[in-house]
């Protein structure tokens, strides 16, 4: 991201129906784990899913390879340091948790990525990933925002198994919304990363919401999630 977009999701994440909902699903996601120990969070931009991590009372660092990104990390009150995914400055199975959200695509080696995150976990650790899926999806957003790739569910499978991780869990988000976002982003000359009207902000918040509570996991989304444990 560029520092402008980074100050931008900063500006705007806290309110918007996308980010809320995806810190919600961090949230019972670090329920689901108990005890928290020692994580990292990988890609962290400013440090919004970092944030989550330690109200959960975990000992969370931000990492991200931007230091605008880094410093409005830390001008938040957030540990951050500066590093290349691809060779992490982390010693080797010292983590209990690594949250990559929306990274591995930004990378042309994610396989180095996926590497390095199996590496510095610890056996039994866990991993939590989204990545934007479907090339069918593909638009100008993902090129404003650095994007290499989407993924599907086999070649991000694919990816983590080379790593030697062991997958518990691969399932959609973002799928009742699939369709407005395709034909929205269509439309699109850039990045849709922004503010969002209130009351479309409020609409759009309880669609997502709803999603928790449907069998749609398996249906075509926008998002994948993923979740994966050292072996």
């Known amino acids: 991201m560029e520092a402008a977009e980074i100050s931008t999701l900063a500006a705007v994440e806290d309110h918007h129906w996308w980010y809320r909902e995806r810190r919600a699903l961090l949230a019972r996601e670090l329920r689901r784990l ?27 660092v931000a990492f991200d390879y931007s230091l605008p990104a880094v410093q409005v990390a830390r001008d938040r009150g957030v540990p951050a340091a500066q590093l290349d995914a691809r060779q992490l400055p982390v010693a080797s199975g010292s983590l209990d948790l690594l949250t990559a959200f929306d990274v591995l695509e930004h990378i042309e080696e994610d396989y180095l990525v996926a590497a390095e995150i199996a590496r510095t976990v610890r056996p039994g650790g866990t991993v939590l ?25 086999e070649s991000l499978a694919d990816l983590m198994q080379k790593a030697d991780l062991a997958i518990e869990r691969i399932w959609s988000w973002n799928v009742l919304l699939r369709p407005v976002v395709a034909i929205h982003r269509k439309s699109l000359k850039g990045s849709d990363l922004g503010g969002v009207n209130p009351v479309l902000n409020v609409a759009l918040t309880s669609v997502i919401v709803a999603e928790r509570f449907l069998p749609v996991h398996s249906l075509p989304g926008v998002s994948l999630m993923l979740r994966a444990s050292r072996r």
């Open 34 to 60: 108990g005890r928290p120990g020692r994580a990292a969070d990988l890609g962290a931009a400013g440090g919004g899913n970092t944030r989550v991590l330690l109200r959960h009372g975990w000992q969370a």
């Open 129 to 153: 990933i989204a990545v934007p899926c479907d090339m069918a999806l593909w638009s100008s957003h993902d090129e404003s925002v650095g994007h290499v790739r989407r993924y599907t569910r």
